[in-house]
């Protein structure tokens, strides 16, 4: 059974960093893209970037929001994706997703997600 | 404003069927692939098309997906009482190097 897991969310101030970790199992990790998508509290959707599989270069795509503040990585030998959040902002308040991308194409699964809360 | 445009909520009576719209742009839907999701209240979002009209296993016949041109729809039919959740459409934006959702639809099932 495919399985996602968030962790590492919580409370942290307006400027501080916080990095979340997302565990994979039941699946090869590193043959796959893994996504981060976010949803602020009765909000939409949002998605905040992907890393792509070693295979395709282990490259990242990051959205507009976060770009320069937010790093996405990978560790395929602990099966686990990093999402590195620097001078965190109020609006980056939200419940975080880490996904499966396949191909880039859909995201087909989605861990339960984790509360990020920047507030003083 | 998101760059996919969806209606804010839709409703039918049990029994009956729905159709969700998601319009676009040539830089996404026009040339990439779309999906859709289903997020029951309080859980994460699940799969529910992908590839435009192509349903995962477990998902029932009863959800359709199609697309024409800059625009996709979702369908359901034989409404249910567990449907009442919230559709996103998705898909890759190629002029902005990034993943695209509409806003989402609220489906109620009178």
């Known amino acids: 059974e495919v399985q996602l897991v968030e962790s590492g969310g919580g409370l942290v101030q307006p400027g501080r960093s916080l990095r979340m970790s997302c565990t994979g199992s039941g699946f090869t990790f590193r043959d796959y893209h893994i996504n981060w998508v976010r949803q602020a509290p009765g909000k939409g959707l949002e998605w905040v970037g992907f890393?792509?599989?070693?295979?395709?270069?282990?490259?990242?795509e990051d959205a507009a929001s976060v770009k320069g503040r937010f790093t996405i990585s990978r560790d395929d030998s602990k099966s686990i994706a990093y999402l590195q959040m620097n001078s965190l902002k109020t609006e980056d308040t939200a419940v975080y997703y880490c996904?499966?991308?396949?191909?880039?194409?859909?995201?087909?699964?989605w861990g339960q997600g984790t509360l990020v809360t920047v507030s003083s | 404003q998101s760059v996919l445009t969806q209606p804010p909520s839709v409703s039918a009576a049990p029994g009956q069927k729905v159709t969700i719209s998601c319009s676009g742009s040539?830089?996404?839907?026009?040339?990439?692939?779309v999906s859709w999701y289903q997020q029951l209240p309080g859980t994460a979002p699940k799969l529910l098309i992908y590839d435009n009209n192509k349903r995962p296993s477990g998902i029932p016949d009863r959800f359709s997906g199609s697309k024409s041109a800059t625009s996709a729809t979702l369908g359901i039919t034989g409404l249910q009482t567990g449907d009442e959740a919230d559709y996103y459409c998705g898909t890759w934006d190629s002029s902005l190097s990034a993943w695209v959702f509409g806003g989402g639809t609220m489906l109620t099932v009178l």
């Open positions: 890393i792509r599989s070693k295979a395709y270069g282990g490259t990242t």
């Open positions: 996904t499966r991308f396949y191909n880039g194409n859909y995201i087909d699964y």
């Open positions: 040539s830089s996404n839907i026009g040339n990439n692939y």
